[in-house]
């Protein structure tokens, strides 16, 4: 389940792993793992298509069920839907 804590960490690196592998603080990197963090990358991505108007109904469907089942709670998908990447 991703976190509020993971989705800080995520937007503080920009969603950049390369830098947070760099810089990061050990505190953090046990806080997220490679994979929360390419799964975050993902899930922005299918977003950002249904936010562009660029997916089918049956796309959007499962992106709604793939945010509701990884993320702990409801404050938290709000926090990283929220998430603009440079």
Same mark, same amino acid.
């Not at 792993?17 to 997220?32: A, L, M, N, P, Q």
């Not at 793992?33 to 390419?38: A, I, L, R, S």
């Given at each position: 389940? %991703? *976190?509020? $804590? =993971?989705?800080?960490?995520?937007?503080?690196?920009?969603?950049? %792993? /390369?830098?947070? !592998? #760099? &810089?990061?603080? #050990? $505190?953090?990197?046990?806080?997220? !793992? /490679? @994979?929360?963090?390419?799964?975050?990358?993902?899930?922005?991505?299918?977003? =950002?298509? &249904?936010? @562009?108007?660029?997916?089918?109904?049956?796309? $959007?469907? #499962?992106? =709604?069920?793939?945010?509701?089942?990884?993320?702990?709670? =409801?404050? *938290?998908? !709000?926090?990283?839907?929220? *998430?603009?990447?440079?």
């Amino acid at each position: 389940m %991703i *976190t509020i $804590k =993971e989705i800080e960490i995520f937007q503080m690196f920009n969603g950049d %792993i /390369d830098h947070f !592998t #760099r &810089v990061g603080s #050990r $505190k953090d990197k046990r806080e997220i !793992t /490679d @994979k929360d963090w390419y799964l975050l990358n993902s899930l922005l991505q299918d977003i =950002e298509i &249904v936010e @562009k108007g660029l997916s089918s109904d049956d796309f $959007k469907k #499962r992106l =709604e069920i793939q945010l509701k089942e990884n993320f702990d709670n =409801e404050e *938290t998908l !709000t926090a990283f839907k929220k *998430t603009k990447l440079i």
